[in-house]
Nanobody, 115 residues
Framework: QVQLVESGGGLVQAGGSLRLSCVAS????????MAWYRQAPGKQRELVAI???????NYADSMKGRFTISRDNAKNTVYLQMNSLKPEDTAVYYC?????????WGQGTQVTVSS
């Protein structure tokens, strides 16, 4: 079994920054990718950023230049540095990973950006 645990969410003013972390634990043999999704109230869950095993990354257009995804392979951890936050970034942010050829989700962490 694998667990993903996010942390780092909270309340921040517009223009501020937050850094999310997600630690994968359990019986991990391989990690193909790790990613961040978000879901705002009344909206569908959307991809924020993804980092592959070769450290290549991809971002949703609205996050490019503001968010940075990175990973620490030794710690099985993925990070999301979020800068220049906007009220429309308010959402629950979920960690997602393909580990041992299965998809896993974290429980989510709330990010609220006040105007």
């Amino acid at each position: 079994q694998v667990q993903l645990v996010e942390s780092g969410g909270g309340l921040v003013q517009a223009g501020g920054s937050l850094r999310l972390s997600c630690v994968a634990s359990g019986s991990i043999r391989s990690i193909n990718f790790m990613a961040w999704y978000r879901q705002a109230p009344g909206k569908q869950r959307e991809l924020v950023a993804i980092i592959l095993s070769d450290d290549s990354t991809n971002y949703a257009d609205s996050m490019k230049g503001r968010f940075t995804i990175s990973r620490d392979n030794a710690k099985n951890t993925v990070y999301l540095q979020m800068n220049s936050l906007k009220p429309e970034d308010t959402a629950v942010y979920y960690c997602n990973a393909r580990i041992n050829f299965r998809q896993w989700w974290g429980q989510g962490t709330q990010v609220t950006v006040s105007s």
